[in-house]
């Protein structure tokens, strides 16, 4: 059994509205370096595999086919053995 760790961010070339508000809200509340904040998605997967190659083309699938949308995101995918 393994587990993909998979973050999935706005590609920098994305406006990321709700990184702006919350940079903005950060900044509001007294935190003045605070600089670029930028909001993603994280997600854990539970995957039954033969081998971490294979746990990790599985969550590339995932991500490709359902999770990311690969036009405006990035996805990094860490697989650690359960």
């Known amino acids: 059994m393994y587990k ?8 920098k070339s ?4 709700k990184g702006k508000a919350a940079h903005h809200a950060l900044h509001n509340l007294g935190l003045k370096d605070v ?10 997967m539970d995957i039954q595999a033969e081998s971490d190659k294979e ?15 690969e036009v405006m995101e990035d996805y990094q995918i860490r697989i650690e053995k359960n």
């Open 55 to 69: 746990a990790y083309e599985l969550a590339e699938t995932a991500c490709s086919k359902l999770l990311a949308n």
């Open 4 to 11: 993909a760790k998979i973050n999935i961010t706005l590609r």
């Open 14 to 17: 994305i406006l990321d509205p």
């Open 35 to 44: 600089n670029g904040v930028r909001i993603g998605k994280f997600i854990e």
